[in-house]
């Protein structure tokens, strides 16, 4: 029998087609079968594939703060080479604003500002940019590094300060030491996180202010939390056990919330939850910094709106 050449490479591809079609038959199987006698499962894998992942929420913004000052005068320490006491008539207001993409502004007092100094620069120490203004024919600006703020009395701000070889570069400390008058202080970026506070608890807790409903809070403030199991919940005053309890720090959330209390991991009202809002607390003095425990260390990863929620739907 004689055979064409077409007709052999019809074959040849018929036969080639027949086994492609066989290998992806056998790729596309489940290995796993029903039972005897029946054939494996073939199982469809979609191309697009979502995960279900809920996008973390936005971080709070970082804040800068502004102070205007008038008798502005730098000294040098009379304790430790390398430090200078900056100080400065700033009033009893100090203005903040946000880093971008936020575009928020503010006030606090400065005795607020003094006294949460330690909380808004957690990592560092903050930079500062000092302007002066006036007479002066050395009108900066002096850049450096600000620390230990004290207040003189209700309007007068007392900073240490040092500089950096960088900052040192731009103009040194020293040729600032006979400057005076009037000044503008803009002090760099705040963590403005919830991180572990320190020390003890300072009894300038305040309730939320959705309970009192009087809108924004304009300082920064702390507040003392207990286990739902203590009487918050049963209405009843709680133990005075310390482990009961946890206080922290707030963080500026902008807009309509402005300060918000950090609240510890397990917070709420809901099933399962572990602290809430110790409403018989040391909110006018009368508990003791020591029945607040110790600081808050693990804090909830939701946003403020939504621990709001959860708290105004049936907490109080």
């Not at 950090?262 to 006018?284: N, Q």
Request: hydrophobic share 35%; proline share 6%; glycine share 8%.
């Amino acid at each position: 029998m004689k055979f064409s050449l077409l007709s052999v490479l019809v074959a040849v591809f018929l036969f080639d087609v027949a086994a492609a079609v066989v290998a992806v038959e056998a790729t596309t199987r489940d290995e796993t079968s029903d039972g005897p006698g029946r054939p494996p499962r073939r199982t469809l894998v979609s191309k697009k594939t979502t995960t279900g992942a809920v996008p973390a929420p936005a971080p709070p913004p970082k804040l800068l703060f502004v102070q205007a000052g008038t008798d502005c005068v730098l000294n040098p320490s009379a304790t430790k080479s390398g430090e200078y006491l900056f100080r400065a008539t700033v009033g009893t207001a100090t203005t903040f604003f946000s880093e971008r993409p936020d575009r928020l502004a503010d006030t606090m007092t400065t005795e607020a500002f003094q006294n949460q100094f330690d909380h808004f620069f957690v990592a560092s120490n903050p930079n500062v940019a000092i302007t002066f203004s006036g007479d002066n024919s050395n009108t900066g600006p002096l850049i450096g590094v600000l620390s230990r703020p004290r207040m003189v009395d209700s309007s007068i701000m007392e900073y240490t300060m040092s500089q950096s070889e960088s900052q040192a570069k731009v103009a040194s400390i020293d040729q600032f030491l006979k400057t005076s008058g009037s000044c503008s202080i803009f002090i760099d970026a705040d963590d403005n996180t919830c991180v572990v506070a320190s020390g003890q608890y300072s009894g300038n807790s305040k309730y939320p202010k959705e309970y009192y409903n009087e809108g924004t809070l304009n300082n920064p403030y702390e507040t003392c939390f207990s286990k739902n199991n203590m009487g918050v919940v049963s209405n009843t005053p709680g133990a005075t056990d310390p482990n009961d309890y946890c206080w922290s720090h707030s963080y500026y959330d902008g807009g309509d919330s402005g300060w918000q209390p950090c609240k510890p991991k397990g917070f709420g009202s809901a099933a399962g939850s572990v602290w809430g809002y110790d409403e018989y607390g040391d909110f006018d003095d009368e508990q003791g910094d020591e029945l607040c425990g110790a600081p808050c260390n693990e804090f909830t990863a939701a946003t403020a709106a939504a621990e709001d929620a959860l708290a105004i739907s049936g907490f109080f």
